[in-house]
């Protein structure tokens, strides 16, 4: 990954949905910067046996959850497959990044962001998502407010697999 990723602040006054959709680009970004700069391999590195974990598995990982939250829970889209997983290997994401197209899988990623971003475009926070959750529905304020979560927990995984690797640390 040799592109400069920006990553802009989030404003400290700005509307709910504006708020929102500001904080997960941070975090979109962030994991970005986390891989930035280093080789296939190192981002194919595994954190800690037996864990599967690695930077390339968060970003496969991360695109099957702009997926599924924007585009199978918010529009309502079935999939039988994911990017990387199947219904037998359902960690394929995290596992199988050995041999992986890492361009291709954050093209992937990216992509995902997209098409998440474009669902969002115009869309009340109120708005329910055509898939529900659980017997339950999910309005799309949820989701960016997951999403975020979500990033942040694997942002915090990526700080401490970005120091395995390069012994790099920062924000």
């Given at each position: 990954m040799t592109e400069l990723t920006p990553r802009v602040d989030p404003p400290m006054a700005a509307d709910e949905?504006?708020?929102?959709?500001?904080?997960?680009?941070?975090?979109?970004?962030?994991?970005a910067l986390k891989c930035e700069g280093l080789t296939d391999d190192q981002l194919r590195l595994r954190?800690?046996?037996?864990?599967?974990?690695?930077?390339?598995?968060?970003?496969?990982?991360?695109?099957?959850?702009?997926?599924h939250w924007f585009q199978g829970v918010l529009l309502g889209e079935e999939f039988a497959t994911g990017h990387y997983w199947t219904e037998a290997d359902p960690d394929g994401d995290f596992d199988h990044v050995d041999t992986a197209d890492v361009a291709a899988d954050f093209a992937t990623w990216r992509a995902e962001i997209e098409a998440a971003s474009r669902a969002v475009a115009g869309q009340p926070l109120d708005t329910v998502g055509k898939r529900a959750r659980q017997d339950q529905e999910v309005t799309l304020r949820w989701i960016l407010v997951h999403m975020i979560e979500e990033y942040a927990r694997h942002n915090g995984h990526a700080d401490l697999l970005r120091e395995l690797v390069d012994g790099s640390t920062g924000e």
């Open positions: 949905a504006a708020m929102l959709t500001s904080w997960l680009d941070y975090h979109r970004s962030t994991l954190s800690v046996p037996p864990s599967t974990l690695s930077l390339l598995g968060l970003v496969r990982h991360m695109a099957e959850v702009e997926r």
